[in-house]
Protein backbone atom coordinates (compact mmCIF):
# COMPACT_ATOMS: atom_id res chain seq x y z
CA UNK A 1 0.00 0.00 0.00
CA UNK A 2 1.26 3.55 -1.07
CA UNK A 3 1.46 5.84 1.66
CA UNK A 4 0.12 8.93 2.56
CA UNK A 5 2.12 11.78 2.01
CA UNK A 6 1.28 14.58 4.82
CA UNK A 7 1.42 18.43 3.92
CA UNK A 8 0.75 20.59 6.64
CA UNK A 9 -1.61 18.81 8.75
CA UNK A 10 -3.57 18.06 5.74
CA UNK A 11 -3.53 14.70 3.90
CA UNK A 12 -3.31 14.32 0.11
CA UNK A 13 -3.92 11.27 -1.72
CA UNK A 14 -0.68 10.48 -3.98
CA UNK A 15 -3.18 8.84 -6.16
CA UNK A 16 -3.52 10.22 -9.91
CA UNK A 17 -7.16 11.72 -10.40
CA UNK A 18 -9.18 9.46 -13.07
CA UNK A 19 -10.39 11.40 -16.33
CA UNK A 20 -13.77 10.69 -17.39
CA UNK A 21 -13.90 10.14 -20.81
CA UNK A 22 -17.70 10.33 -22.16
CA UNK A 23 -18.23 8.75 -25.37
CA UNK A 24 -21.35 9.89 -27.40
CA UNK A 25 -23.64 7.63 -28.50
CA UNK A 26 -24.98 6.59 -31.89
CA UNK A 27 -28.20 7.56 -33.01
CA UNK A 28 -31.18 6.14 -32.21
CA UNK A 29 -32.98 4.29 -35.18
CA UNK A 30 -35.72 6.36 -37.03
CA UNK A 31 -38.28 3.58 -35.89
CA UNK A 32 -37.94 4.72 -32.31
CA UNK A 33 -37.54 8.17 -33.14
CA UNK A 34 -41.43 7.71 -35.07
CA UNK A 35 -42.52 6.03 -31.87
CA UNK A 36 -43.61 8.74 -29.38
CA UNK A 37 -45.02 6.21 -26.37
CA UNK A 38 -43.28 7.47 -23.54
CA UNK A 39 -43.30 3.77 -21.90
CA UNK A 40 -40.20 2.48 -21.79
CA UNK A 41 -38.88 -0.82 -24.14
CA UNK A 42 -40.09 -3.31 -20.64
CA UNK A 43 -42.69 -2.07 -18.45
CA UNK A 44 -44.59 -4.07 -15.76
CA UNK A 45 -47.84 -5.38 -16.39
CA UNK A 46 -49.54 -4.08 -13.54
CA UNK A 47 -53.27 -3.98 -15.61
CA UNK A 48 -52.65 -8.33 -15.53
CA UNK A 49 -51.29 -7.93 -11.79
CA UNK A 50 -54.53 -6.08 -11.19
CA UNK A 51 -56.58 -8.69 -12.55
CA UNK A 52 -54.71 -11.64 -10.58
CA UNK A 53 -54.96 -9.84 -7.56
CA UNK A 54 -58.77 -8.95 -7.71
CA UNK A 55 -59.40 -12.51 -8.96
CA UNK A 56 -57.08 -13.96 -6.22
CA UNK A 57 -59.78 -12.10 -3.45
CA UNK A 58 -62.58 -13.01 -5.47
CA UNK A 59 -61.87 -16.88 -5.29
CA UNK A 60 -60.62 -16.79 -1.61
CA UNK A 61 -57.61 -18.73 -2.68
CA UNK A 62 -54.11 -17.99 -0.39
CA UNK A 63 -50.87 -18.04 -1.52
CA UNK A 64 -49.18 -17.26 -4.85
CA UNK A 65 -49.92 -20.39 -6.42
CA UNK A 66 -52.61 -18.46 -8.91
CA UNK A 67 -50.79 -15.46 -9.54
CA UNK A 68 -49.11 -15.99 -12.67
CA UNK A 69 -45.18 -14.51 -13.73
CA UNK A 70 -44.71 -11.01 -14.00
CA UNK A 71 -45.33 -9.87 -18.31
CA UNK A 72 -43.52 -7.72 -20.18
CA UNK A 73 -45.00 -6.11 -23.26
CA UNK A 74 -43.48 -4.36 -26.11
CA UNK A 75 -43.87 -0.10 -26.53
CA UNK A 76 -46.80 0.96 -28.22
CA UNK A 77 -48.94 -2.25 -27.51
CA UNK A 78 -52.28 -1.68 -26.89
CA UNK A 79 -53.68 -4.00 -23.22
CA UNK A 80 -57.10 -4.24 -23.13
CA UNK A 81 -58.49 -4.44 -19.70
CA UNK A 82 -60.23 -7.59 -18.95
CA UNK A 83 -63.62 -6.83 -16.90
CA UNK A 84 -62.97 -8.25 -13.18
CA UNK A 85 -65.17 -10.83 -12.64
CA UNK A 86 -67.41 -11.58 -8.87
CA UNK A 87 -68.26 -9.15 -6.01
CA UNK A 88 -66.55 -7.10 -4.34
CA UNK A 89 -64.75 -9.06 -1.03
CA UNK A 90 -66.67 -9.64 2.42
CA UNK A 91 -65.92 -7.69 5.55
CA UNK A 92 -63.68 -9.86 7.46
CA UNK A 93 -66.12 -9.35 10.36
CA UNK A 94 -68.64 -11.24 8.32
CA UNK A 95 -72.03 -10.49 8.27
CA UNK A 96 -74.43 -9.35 10.71
CA UNK A 97 -77.35 -10.50 9.67
CA UNK A 98 -77.10 -13.63 12.07
CA UNK A 99 -75.39 -11.78 15.13
CA UNK A 100 -76.75 -9.73 17.66
CA UNK A 101 -75.15 -6.05 17.59
CA UNK A 102 -74.43 -4.86 21.09
CA UNK A 103 -72.80 -1.67 21.77
CA UNK A 104 -71.45 -0.74 25.07
CA UNK A 105 -69.74 2.69 25.99
CA UNK A 106 -66.01 2.76 24.39
CA UNK A 107 -64.62 5.18 27.30
CA UNK A 108 -65.69 6.86 30.29
CA UNK A 109 -67.09 6.06 33.61
CA UNK A 110 -69.29 2.81 32.67
CA UNK A 111 -66.73 1.27 30.20
CA UNK A 112 -64.69 -0.87 32.39
CA UNK A 113 -67.57 -2.32 34.45
CA UNK A 114 -69.41 -3.22 30.60
CA UNK A 115 -66.01 -5.37 29.76
CA UNK A 116 -66.09 -7.08 33.04
CA UNK A 117 -69.91 -7.72 33.12
CA UNK A 118 -69.26 -8.99 29.80
CA UNK A 119 -66.75 -11.80 30.87
CA UNK A 120 -68.07 -12.37 33.81
CA UNK A 121 -71.26 -13.38 31.72
CA UNK A 122 -68.96 -15.85 29.62
CA UNK A 123 -68.55 -13.78 26.48
CA UNK A 124 -65.27 -14.30 25.05
CA UNK A 125 -63.79 -11.56 22.95
CA UNK A 126 -60.63 -9.99 22.16
CA UNK A 127 -60.74 -6.23 21.00
CA UNK A 128 -58.69 -5.02 18.24
CA UNK A 129 -56.75 -2.10 19.44
CA UNK A 130 -58.26 0.26 16.37
CA UNK A 131 -61.31 -0.98 15.30
CA UNK A 132 -64.78 -0.54 17.42
CA UNK A 133 -66.61 -3.82 16.33
CA UNK A 134 -65.50 -7.10 18.40
CA UNK A 135 -67.07 -10.49 17.54
CA UNK A 136 -67.58 -12.87 20.73
CA UNK A 137 -66.40 -16.22 19.63
CA UNK A 138 -68.90 -18.36 21.54
CA UNK A 139 -71.58 -16.29 20.82
CA UNK A 140 -74.22 -15.06 17.54
CA UNK A 141 -73.30 -11.48 19.20
CA UNK A 142 -71.16 -8.65 18.11
CA UNK A 143 -69.58 -5.59 20.13
CA UNK A 144 -69.91 -2.62 19.04
CA UNK A 145 -68.02 0.12 20.71
CA UNK A 146 -69.62 3.50 20.77
CA UNK A 147 -70.05 7.01 22.58
CA UNK A 148 -72.53 6.93 25.41
CA UNK A 149 -74.34 9.43 24.49
CA UNK A 150 -74.93 7.74 21.16
CA UNK A 151 -76.20 4.35 22.14
CA UNK A 152 -79.61 5.48 22.70
CA UNK A 153 -79.99 6.82 19.68
CA UNK A 154 -78.60 3.35 17.78
CA UNK A 155 -80.35 1.19 19.41
CA UNK A 156 -83.75 3.44 19.38
CA UNK A 157 -83.35 3.86 15.20
CA UNK A 158 -82.65 -0.13 15.25
CA UNK A 159 -79.30 -0.09 13.98
CA UNK A 160 -78.16 -1.86 16.89
CA UNK A 161 -79.94 -4.62 18.45
CA UNK A 162 -79.14 -3.83 22.30
CA UNK A 163 -77.00 -1.37 24.32
CA UNK A 164 -75.55 -0.63 27.52
CA UNK A 165 -76.00 3.42 28.82
CA UNK A 166 -77.03 5.16 31.77
CA UNK A 167 -80.48 6.10 31.82
CA UNK A 168 -79.61 9.96 32.00
CA UNK A 169 -78.28 9.33 28.96
CA UNK A 170 -82.03 7.85 27.45
CA UNK A 171 -83.36 10.69 28.37
CA UNK A 172 -81.04 13.60 27.62
CA UNK A 173 -81.61 11.95 24.13
CA UNK A 174 -84.92 11.70 23.51
CA UNK A 175 -85.24 7.72 23.27
CA UNK A 176 -86.96 6.69 25.80
CA UNK A 177 -90.08 6.11 23.67
CA UNK A 178 -88.09 4.20 21.23
CA UNK A 179 -85.92 1.89 23.71
CA UNK A 180 -86.87 -0.71 26.52
CA UNK A 181 -84.90 -1.25 28.91
CA UNK A 182 -84.47 -4.64 29.90
CA UNK A 183 -82.64 -5.16 33.26
CA UNK A 184 -80.83 -2.36 35.66
CA UNK A 185 -76.64 -3.26 36.12
CA UNK A 186 -76.41 -2.36 39.24
CA UNK A 187 -73.53 -0.07 38.21
CA UNK A 188 -72.79 3.37 37.69
CA UNK A 189 -75.41 4.78 40.11
CA UNK A 190 -75.49 9.02 40.68
CA UNK A 191 -77.45 11.58 40.87
CA UNK A 192 -78.59 14.41 38.12
CA UNK A 193 -78.55 17.43 40.37
CA UNK A 194 -79.14 21.10 40.49
CA UNK A 195 -75.95 22.94 42.41
CA UNK A 196 -75.17 26.42 43.51
CA UNK A 197 -72.40 28.17 45.03
CA UNK A 198 -72.31 27.99 48.80
CA UNK A 199 -72.15 31.74 49.32
CA UNK A 200 -75.39 32.60 46.91
CA UNK A 201 -78.56 33.55 48.60
CA UNK A 202 -80.36 30.35 46.40
CA UNK A 203 -81.76 27.84 48.68
CA UNK A 204 -84.55 26.82 46.73
CA UNK A 205 -85.08 25.69 42.99
CA UNK A 206 -87.34 28.26 42.76
CA UNK A 207 -85.14 30.90 43.97
CA UNK A 208 -82.74 29.73 40.40
CA UNK A 209 -85.66 30.25 38.19
CA UNK A 210 -85.19 32.84 35.76
CA UNK A 211 -81.66 33.07 36.00
CA UNK A 212 -78.60 31.61 34.16
CA UNK A 213 -78.35 28.03 34.41
CA UNK A 214 -75.09 25.95 32.21
CA UNK A 215 -74.78 21.90 32.29
CA UNK A 216 -74.30 19.27 29.63
CA UNK A 217 -77.98 17.89 29.99
CA UNK A 218 -79.35 20.82 27.84
CA UNK A 219 -82.83 18.34 27.29
CA UNK A 220 -83.15 17.76 30.40
CA UNK A 221 -82.95 20.62 32.37
CA UNK A 222 -84.62 22.86 29.93
CA UNK A 223 -87.47 20.44 30.36
CA UNK A 224 -87.36 20.85 33.86
CA UNK A 225 -86.90 24.40 34.67
CA UNK A 226 -89.70 24.53 31.53
CA UNK A 227 -92.45 23.42 34.02
CA UNK A 228 -90.79 25.90 36.46
CA UNK A 229 -90.89 28.83 34.37
CA UNK A 230 -95.26 28.60 33.45
CA UNK A 231 -95.95 28.14 37.14
CA UNK A 232 -93.56 31.08 38.19
CA UNK A 233 -93.43 33.08 34.78
CA UNK A 234 -90.27 33.02 34.32
CA UNK A 235 -87.80 32.70 31.67
CA UNK A 236 -84.53 30.71 33.03
CA UNK A 237 -81.68 30.64 30.47
CA UNK A 238 -80.11 27.58 30.30
CA UNK A 239 -76.32 27.02 28.23
CA UNK A 240 -74.69 23.55 27.34
CA UNK A 241 -70.63 23.44 27.66
CA UNK A 242 -69.27 19.90 26.90
CA UNK A 243 -67.21 19.85 30.27
CA UNK A 244 -66.09 21.35 33.82
CA UNK A 245 -69.21 22.32 34.68
CA UNK A 246 -68.34 22.44 38.40
CA UNK A 247 -66.51 25.63 37.23
CA UNK A 248 -69.10 27.54 35.32
CA UNK A 249 -70.27 29.41 38.87
CA UNK A 250 -66.49 30.13 39.57
CA UNK A 251 -65.83 31.68 36.68
CA UNK A 252 -69.07 33.92 36.38
CA UNK A 253 -70.75 32.06 33.72
CA UNK A 254 -73.65 31.14 35.59
CA UNK A 255 -75.93 30.77 38.93
CA UNK A 256 -76.05 27.37 39.15
CA UNK A 257 -75.19 24.35 37.40
CA UNK A 258 -76.76 20.73 36.83
CA UNK A 259 -74.49 18.00 36.48
CA UNK A 260 -73.56 14.58 37.34
CA UNK A 261 -73.17 13.85 41.05
CA UNK A 262 -71.66 10.75 42.61
CA UNK A 263 -70.10 11.04 45.78
CA UNK A 264 -70.25 15.00 45.79
CA UNK A 265 -66.24 15.52 46.66
CA UNK A 266 -65.67 17.33 43.64
CA UNK A 267 -69.16 19.83 43.97
CA UNK A 268 -67.58 20.57 47.24
CA UNK A 269 -64.00 21.49 46.53
CA UNK A 270 -65.54 23.50 43.60
CA UNK A 271 -67.56 25.58 46.34
CA UNK A 272 -71.27 24.07 45.46
CA UNK A 273 -74.07 22.62 47.28
CA UNK A 274 -77.00 20.87 46.31
CA UNK A 275 -80.10 22.64 46.28
CA UNK A 276 -82.23 19.78 44.00
CA UNK A 277 -82.39 16.44 42.84
CA UNK A 278 -83.57 16.03 39.36
CA UNK A 279 -83.47 12.31 38.48
CA UNK A 280 -81.12 9.06 39.78
CA UNK A 281 -79.17 7.20 37.50
CA UNK A 282 -77.31 3.73 36.59
CA UNK A 283 -76.10 1.68 33.76
CA UNK A 284 -79.18 -0.12 31.98
CA UNK A 285 -79.09 -2.83 29.42
CA UNK A 286 -81.87 -1.35 26.43
CA UNK A 287 -83.15 -2.82 23.52
CA UNK A 288 -84.75 -1.88 20.38
CA UNK A 289 -89.20 -1.55 21.11
CA UNK A 290 -88.76 -1.89 17.31
CA UNK A 291 -86.70 -4.87 16.45
CA UNK A 292 -85.23 -5.57 13.00
CA UNK A 293 -84.26 -9.02 13.91
CA UNK A 294 -86.82 -11.42 15.40
CA UNK A 295 -84.88 -14.42 14.19
CA UNK A 296 -82.54 -13.41 16.92
CA UNK A 297 -84.84 -12.77 19.63
CA UNK A 298 -83.75 -15.95 21.23
CA UNK A 299 -80.24 -14.97 21.29
CA UNK A 300 -80.96 -11.92 22.63
CA UNK A 301 -83.23 -13.41 25.20
CA UNK A 302 -79.95 -15.40 26.58
CA UNK A 303 -77.59 -12.53 26.24
CA UNK A 304 -80.59 -10.47 28.77
CA UNK A 305 -80.49 -13.82 30.93
CA UNK A 306 -76.69 -14.07 31.30
CA UNK A 307 -75.81 -10.16 32.54
CA UNK A 308 -79.17 -10.68 35.08
CA UNK A 309 -76.92 -13.55 36.48
CA UNK A 310 -74.03 -10.97 36.78
CA UNK A 311 -76.35 -8.41 38.33
CA UNK A 312 -77.67 -11.34 40.82
CA UNK A 313 -74.52 -13.09 41.96
CA UNK A 314 -73.02 -9.25 42.90
CA UNK A 315 -75.89 -8.47 44.87
CA UNK A 316 -76.22 -11.53 46.92
CA UNK A 317 -74.44 -14.34 48.62
CA UNK A 318 -75.05 -17.98 49.35
CA UNK A 319 -76.15 -18.35 53.25
CA UNK A 320 -75.78 -22.10 54.42
CA UNK A 321 -76.29 -23.15 58.16
CA UNK A 322 -77.99 -26.05 60.39
CA UNK A 323 -80.87 -25.30 62.76
CA UNK A 324 -83.04 -27.28 64.77
CA UNK A 325 -86.11 -28.11 63.13
CA UNK A 326 -88.57 -26.52 66.14
CA UNK A 327 -86.81 -22.57 65.12
CA UNK A 328 -87.40 -23.40 61.20
CA UNK A 329 -89.71 -21.17 61.41
CA UNK A 330 -87.95 -18.25 62.32
CA UNK A 331 -84.61 -19.04 60.14
CA UNK A 332 -86.65 -18.72 57.19
CA UNK A 333 -88.46 -15.41 57.91
CA UNK A 334 -84.40 -14.30 58.38
CA UNK A 335 -83.51 -15.95 55.17
CA UNK A 336 -86.21 -15.75 53.18
CA UNK A 337 -83.72 -16.05 49.76
CA UNK A 338 -85.42 -14.87 46.40
CA UNK A 339 -88.07 -17.50 45.92
CA UNK A 340 -87.77 -19.42 49.24
CA UNK A 341 -84.90 -21.15 51.22
CA UNK A 342 -83.67 -24.53 50.26
CA UNK A 343 -84.26 -27.21 53.35
CA UNK A 344 -82.49 -30.37 53.66
CA UNK A 345 -82.93 -33.16 55.90
CA UNK A 346 -79.86 -34.61 58.50
CA UNK A 347 -78.84 -37.66 60.16
CA UNK A 348 -80.60 -35.87 63.44
CA UNK A 349 -84.28 -35.71 62.74
CA UNK A 350 -84.66 -32.97 65.11
CA UNK A 351 -81.55 -30.74 62.73
CA UNK A 352 -82.52 -29.49 59.17
CA UNK A 353 -79.30 -27.83 56.79
CA UNK A 354 -80.69 -24.32 55.18
CA UNK A 355 -79.22 -22.53 52.27
CA UNK A 356 -80.38 -19.34 51.22
CA UNK A 357 -79.20 -16.53 49.26
CA UNK A 358 -79.17 -13.17 51.26
CA UNK A 359 -78.27 -9.71 50.13
CA UNK A 360 -74.40 -8.87 50.33
CA UNK A 361 -74.95 -5.46 52.49
CA UNK A 362 -77.47 -7.35 54.93
CA UNK A 363 -75.48 -10.58 55.26
CA UNK A 364 -73.28 -9.56 58.82
CA UNK A 365 -76.94 -8.66 60.58
CA UNK A 366 -77.77 -11.98 59.54
CA UNK A 367 -75.13 -14.23 60.43
CA UNK A 368 -76.06 -12.27 63.95
CA UNK A 369 -79.76 -13.43 64.02
CA UNK A 370 -79.21 -16.68 63.17
CA UNK A 371 -76.37 -17.12 65.86
CA UNK A 372 -79.01 -15.74 68.59
CA UNK A 373 -81.76 -18.60 67.54
CA UNK A 374 -79.59 -21.21 68.06
CA UNK A 375 -78.11 -21.64 64.25
CA UNK A 376 -74.86 -23.41 64.20
CA UNK A 377 -72.17 -24.06 61.18
CA UNK A 378 -73.30 -20.50 59.41
CA UNK A 379 -71.26 -20.30 56.19
CA UNK A 380 -71.09 -17.34 53.70
CA UNK A 381 -70.10 -18.64 49.78
CA UNK A 382 -69.19 -16.11 46.85
CA UNK A 383 -71.64 -16.67 44.18
CA UNK A 384 -69.62 -16.04 40.75
CA UNK A 385 -72.85 -16.26 38.47
CA UNK A 386 -75.82 -17.75 38.81
CA UNK A 387 -79.18 -17.84 36.35
CA UNK A 388 -82.16 -16.37 38.30
Known amino acids: MRRLLVNRGKRQNVFPKARLQVTPLPPPPSEAIENTNPIPKTVFNTRLMDQKRAEKKVSGSSGLASITPLSFVSPGVSLPTPPLTGSAPASPLGSFDDRVLLAIPKKGRLHEKCMEMLRNAGLVFSKPNRLDI ?3 SNMPVTLVFLPAADIPRFVGESNIDMGITGQDVIL ?45 FESITQDYFKKI ?34 SGETMRAAGLRPIETIMHTEAVLIASSLPKKPSMLGAVDQIK ?10 KYILCQYNVRRADLAVAKSITPGRRSATVSSLDNDTWVAVSSMVEKEKAASVMDELQKIGAEEIILLKIDNCRV
Open 305 to 314: SRLAGVVASS
Open 134 to 136: CVV
Open 229 to 262: DLRLGTTTVVEYISGSVEAACALGLADGIVDLVE
Open 172 to 216: ESKMQDLTTESLSLGFGRCKLQVQVPVSSDINCIEDLAGKRIVTS
